[in-house]
């Protein structure tokens, strides 16, 4: 799994987004580190990157591939972010990527409003969805860009960019969504 993750780069996950991110370094959040991959792209990008990763293993495996710095890697996870939540600090950027799916309908609803409370005002929000059959042995459910959207919308995230795109690995039933929300208000 780490090296089928890998062997895309965040620039080709992200190049419908790449336009819209910050310049300058900022203070980011990867939620769904995975392997480490974004983490390490924002901080090559002078970001601060706080990585967040529940599964011990790929903890474990992103802190060995992407020793940085300006990454600190938090055991925490959604739909809670309870020690994210807990530090009080705010985020110029958070990715979630292949991450949202993951979380039934209950648990994206407090997923995105843990989320929403730990971005900085007019902070960005870069999410990628998965639609298509599901692996066996894993947990997925069918989410539209439409209820994301919603549910960033009602949470005080601005629906800024929407887009969609075949798959990397080349799996022929497999297509993403690529949404990008900005935070409104305090």
Known sequence: MTAQYES????QVHHDILHLLPAEPVRAIDIGAGTGRDAAALAARGHRVLAVEPTAELLAEARRLHPDPR???????????????????RYDLAFLTAV????DAAEREAAMAALASVMAPHGLV???LRHGPVPPGRRMFD???DETAALAVANRLTDIHRGSRGDMLS???VTWSVLAFRRTGA
Do not use: C, K, Q
């Open 8 to 11: 895309i780069t965040f620039d």
């Open 71 to 89: 990454i600190e890697w938090l055991d925490d996870g959604l739909p809670e972010l309870a020690r994210v939540r807990a530090r009080a600090e």
């Open 100 to 103: 949202w799916m993951h979380l």
């Open 126 to 128: 870069f999410m990628t």
């Open 143 to 145: 989410v539209s860009a």
């Open 171 to 173: 799996r022929r039933a």
